[in-house]
């Protein structure tokens, strides 16, 4: 079973850095593409940045530059550093996770740009990033 279990967020204050992380188990991590997205309140869930198996990495524009992915293979964690932060970063920030497959979105995120519906991911529930003017 899929267990993802997000931590690192908090408060801070604009210009200002968090990094997230997101334990993963209950299956082969190797074998998994892995993401990361945020839900503003009154939005939708929206793609932040995806890591293949190989660290091959995608941005979505609105992080390019200030976001960086990266997976830990012997503790099997994802992270998000999380750099130059605005106001508009505050959202709940959640990990996915996904089989390698050519059709996957999580291993293919330049097919659409890493918007959804994203069906078949399995999900963290969520670790909270506020920032403030």
């Known amino acids: 079973q899929v267990q993802l279990v997000e931590s690192g967020g908090g408060s801070v204050q604009s210009g200002g850095s968090l990094r997230l992380s997101c334990a993963a188990s209950g299956f082969t991590y190797a074998n998994y593409c892995m993401g990361w997205f945020r839900q503003a309140p009154g939005n939708e869930r929206e793609g932040v940045a995806t890591?293949?198996?190989?660290?091959?990495?995608y941005y979505t524009d609105a992080v390019k530059g200030r976001f960086t992915i990266s997976r830990s293979a012997d503790k099997n964690t994802l992270y998000l550093q999380m750099n130059s932060l605005k106001s508009e970063d505050t959202a709940m920030y959640y990990c996915?996770?996904?089989?390698?497959?050519?059709?996957?979105?999580?291993?293919?995120?330049?097919?659409?740009?890493?918007?959804?519906?994203?069906?078949?991911?399995?999900w963290g529930q969520g670790t909270q990033v506020t920032v403030s003017s």
């Open positions: 996915a996770a996904e089989p390698l497959s050519p059709y996957s979105v999580l291993c293919v995120p330049a097919r659409n740009g890493l918007r959804g519906p994203y069906i078949g991911l399995n």
């Open positions: 890591i293949d198996s190989d660290g091959t990495t």
